[in-house]
């Protein structure tokens, strides 16, 4: 099949028209696949109400990124030149773990990363793409292969591949491959990214690297686009086969398959304090529960923020930037209570459905789940990247696993960003399209040296 690119926007495609185009190759891929995910149910409730408090802050660009001391300790452990190809392996505590400690298991704690540039630099630009990982891409191998060697070849990239919390080395003895346990886990590992990005981007800055650019395929994508939104400079961002939150992915595309629901249900009904705390406390822009259900200045969500910091420092912080994070908020006057217009409810339409599969799944626990991956998911909880010009994401228009309709467009969501939709499904766009994820990040960081540097 020919490669056609429309870079304009997504094609205007009717609900019922793009369920019945999603990959079938998706479905099929899906069942050959064993893992399930989130086998011990939701996670403990004292540590989502904490990560909860995080997430209101994450979601303020200034007050977030005081949050990482600039000069974080990375550990560079191993290096060797290969040519003029020079391969460093490093570590580093990940901030998350004295940001909001006890939340993180001991083995995910320390972050590991390998890096790829040129022993010699041509010219005065330094450029550096940070690579995230999708689902199941454990170690560095597949992305430094696919990926991280062919943009230092053909475009003289460096790239930094780091290991995701739960995966690789960082993966809890008792996990079964990359099946998580808890949906709490993914929240988690979603944050802790953000965070380790930033100091990866901070000792790039010190060793005198740069531009920058964020990258990941899937849920790769995914975490990219959420560490974009923290950083408080102009950088590129290519999410691949990405969209603007996970709450469709496991309440309406293939991996919904993957969820143990049995589970869910049961520690849901269970134990009230999902219900009764937690729910209530979260924000869906999809759903439009929570702070997008009422008249929310941006008074009443500094307060909020402000009041979430106060309990994560009581709660045996141990950063010294909680402080400066407060002061910084009581500074920050461009924040909007954004008020969003989904094209329909997304979840009436899952439950009108009669041909999913899904239909005899308790409709609260779907709305739950729906409504816990918009709060710590949704790009609409976060910050505007500060360029959304440096922003290219592409897309496959019969993605079964992200399903795009009924869902706010990146576009709308981050006026001036740019989205290319590729023919076909999420599985063989990620094998025959990975030419063009490179050729959009060398497209993307040559537009930050025409219009930044």
């Known amino acids: 099949m020919k490669l056609g690119l429309r870079s304009a926007g997504y094609p205007s495609i009717r609900c019922h028209e793009y369920s019945a185009g999603m990959s079938v190759f998706d479905s099929l891929f899906r069942n050959l696949i064993l893992t399930s995910q989130f086998v011990k149910g939701w996670g403990q409730p004292s540590h989502l109400k904490r990560l909860l408090d995080l997430r209101k802050v994450l979601s303020v660009r200034d007050a977030a990124y005081t949050l990482v001391d600039k000069n974080h300790q990375v550990d560079i452990l191993h290096e060797k030149v290969e040519g003029n190809v020079r391969v460093l392996e490093g570590e580093f505590h990940s901030p998350w773990d004295k940001i909001i400690p006890g939340v993180m298991p001991s083995v995910v704690k320390k972050s590991r990363f390998q890096m790829i540039i040129p022993n010699r630099w041509q010219g005065p630009s330094r450029p550096v793409c940070i690579h995230h990982g999708g689902t199941g891409d454990h170690g560095y191998l597949i992305r430094r292969r696919l990926m991280a060697e062919p943009l230092l070849n053909d475009h003289g990239i460096g790239s930094i591949i780091i290991e995701s919390p739960f995966y690789g080395s960082r993966k809890p003895k008792d996990q079964f491959r990359s099946s998580l346990q808890n949906v709490s886990d993914l929240i988690v590992m979603g944050g802790a990214l953000m965070f380790e990005t930033v100091v990866l981007l901070h000792w790039c800055e010190e060793e005198g690297w740069g531009p920058f650019c964020l990258t990941g395929i899937s849920m790769g994508g995914f975490m990219s686009s959420l560490a974009a939104t923290i950083w408080p400079k102009p950088i590129g961002l290519v999410p691949c086969l990405a969209g603007v939150t ?21 520690s849901y009904y269970e134990d009230k304090e999902y ?178 540097v």
């Open 275 to 452: 219900e009764h705390e937690i729910r209530k406390k979260l924000d869906s822009p999809e759903k439009r529960t929570g702070r997008f259900s009422k008249d929310y200045s941006i008074q009443d969500y500094h307060s909020d923020v402000e009041r979430a910091l106060q309990r994560i420092r009581e709660a045996g912080s141990q950063v010294d930037g909680i402080g400066t994070a407060i002061r910084q908020l009581r500074t920050v006057n461009d924040w909007k209570a954004k008020s969003f217009s989904p094209t329909s409810n997304n979840l009436s339409l899952l439950k009108n459905d009669k041909s999913q599969q899904l239909k005899s799944l308790d409709a609260e626990i779907m709305d739950f789940m729906f409504e816990m991956m918009d709060e710590f998911t949704h790009l609409g909880n976060y910050s505007v990247p500060v360029d959304t010009s440096m922003i290219l994401s592409v897309v496959a228009e019969e993605d079964a696993y992200v399903p795009r309709d009924n869902v706010i467009r990146l576009q709308d969501l981050w006026p001036g960003s740019k989205v290319k939709v590729i023919p076909g499904g999420h599985v063989l766009s990620i094998v025959n399209n990975r030419q063009l994820f490179r050729d959009c990040i060398a497209e993307c960081l040559a537009k930050f040296n025409t219009e930044i």
């Open 246 to 266: 996970a709450s469709p992915v496991y309440t309406r595309g293939i991996l919904t398959k993957a969820v143990r629901w049995d589970v869910l249900k049961n």
